[in-house]
């Protein structure tokens, strides 16, 4: 098994959420006739997600990821080198509210997995940085399905709420096209008119 199935199996056998297959699937089509130089994560995880967008990358192409969580950006870190691609990624680490504010980038790919009450923030924040024909990619927008449904309970409530709240923002903004893919657990695609 190579390096990157052993990682995504890993993640699997530990309940770390990563990227699945049909999302990434969707994300790799839509960049397949084209390399792009800047994508910006939110939430790293364990560097799956961030290591496969790295085949999307022209060859000065870069990621910057975030991550909070000590552990996950232990196991990231390994998981990059383990594939030598320190020099593509970047990991910033600390919470993604403190840090996006201070970016100043301009990024072809945005691609959002991270809290889900935080999700109307990293619009704002991601629309900023995004290149004026890049792509903002939302991931468990459906949220296990609770978003389109009548679904209130209250230990998720806040998280859908926000969800909802996402997609409103992108839905009703002028400016913006948004497409909402029943792949995974749902794919927001938003880009600019």
């Known amino acids: 098994m190579d390096k990157l199935n052993k990682i995504k199996e890993k993640a699997i056998k530990d309940h770390v959420p990563i990227i699945m297959d049909d999302t990434l699937n969707v994300i790799k089509e839509y960049f397949k006739d084209k390399k792009i130089n800047r994508i910006l994560e939110i939430g790293t995880a364990v560097g799956y997600s961030a290591i496969c967008f790295s085949s999307f990358l022209n060859e000065n192409g870069r990621i910057d990821t975030i991550e909070r969580v000590p552990e996950m950006i232990e196991e990231a870190k390994k998981n990059i080198s383990s594939l030598k691609k320190e020099d593509l990624i970047k990991i910033y680490e600390g919470d993604a509210v403190d840090i996006l504010p201070t970016l ?90």
């Open 104 to 193: 100043n980038e301009k990024y072809d790919m945005v691609f959002i997995d991270a809290a889900k009450t935080k999700y109307p923030f990293f619009l704002e924040q991601s629309l900023r940085l995004l290149k004026i024909d890049g792509v903002i990619f939302a991931d468990n927008i459906l949220y296990k399905g609770y978003v389109m449904s009548d679904y209130n309970k209250h230990k998720q409530r806040t998280a859908v709420n926000h969800l909802r709240e996402y997609i409103k923002l992108t839905t009703q903004d002028e400016r913006l096209n948004t497409e909402i893919l029943e792949v995974g657990d749902g794919l927001a695609i938003t880009t600019f008119k």
